[in-house]
């Protein structure tokens, strides 16, 4: 069964450094997402992405993340300077079609430690 | 007003009793309901989803009750199993935010044999 991957599955990094966050959504699959869950509290949307554009984002997507479709595979998520309390597993997701009944199949996660 | 609550926090069950998540929600404009099953290491995978046009869905082992007057809704596991042991979240969508999965705190759930 197809299934979404996310690299690395453990990122460790220094407060200020920029790291990027990889994915690789299911092949016929054409809208993305990102979410991100704090250790012991809820998995919160930051943000989707559709024909390569951003078509919402939460308040928490603020300056410091970007997200990319850099080629036909891959979905990155970057934070440019990354904060304490961005510590938390991100979790990548994709489904093929618009519609809001259409099932978001969620990656494994890349837990981000911040020191 | 976006929010979705949980209830409880943590739930511990018999082998072969029956597992009750309780939600509830204040945005009417929420109109489909997932629940997602999240094992240790794992994201969260669909589990059953419900529109607000029916009262009860039932797949297998796991029942959606839903009570759109009240805004509440709650899944049931009937026959709970150790295997059910995760964390369930239940969530909405809709409200505008069509592709935004708006979820729930979450409930960690262990059957105990």
């Known amino acids: 069964e197809p299934e979404v991957t996310q690299t690395p599955s453990h990122q460790v990094t220094q407060m200020g450094q920029e790291v990027i966050l990889r994915c690789v959504p299911i092949?016929?699959?054409?809208?993305f997402y990102w979410y991100r869950q704090i250790l012991g509290q809820k998995v919160e949307f930051l943000v989707s992405?559709?024909?390569?554009?951003?078509?919402?984002k939460s308040e928490i997507f603020d300056d410091q993340f970007s997200v990319e479709r850099p080629d036909g595979s891959n979905f990155t998520l970057k934070i440019r300077s990354t904060k304490l309390e961005d510590s938390a597993m991100y979790f990548c997701a994709s489904t093929r079609h618009q519609g809001y009944t259409d099932t978001q199949y969620f990656g494994p996660g890349t837990r981000l430690t911040v020191l | 007003q976006q929010q979705v609550k949980q209830s409880p926090q943590s739930l511990i069950v018999q082998k072969g009793g029956i597992s009750i998540i309780n939600c509830a929600y204040e945005?009417?404009?929420?109109?489909?309901f997932p629940w997602y099953q999240q094992f240790p290491g794992k994201g969260p995978a669909l589990l059953i989803a419900?529109?607000?046009?029916?009262s009860e869905k039932k797949e297998g082992r796991f029942t959606i009750s839903f009570n759109k007057s009240a805004k509440q809704f709650s899944l049931h596991i009937m026959d709970s199993q150790p295997g059910d042991s995760a964390t369930y979240f239940c969530?909405?969508?809709?409200?505008?935010?069509?592709?935004?999965?708006?979820f729930g705190t979450g409930t960690k759930l262990q059957v105990i044999p």
């Open positions: 092949s016929n699959h054409l809208y």
């Open positions: 945005n009417t404009a929420f109109d489909y």
């Open positions: 419900i529109r607000p046009d029916v």
């Open positions: 969530a909405a969508l809709g409200a505008g935010g069509y592709q935004k999965v708006t």
């Open positions: 992405f559709y024909n390569n554009e951003i078509s919402e």
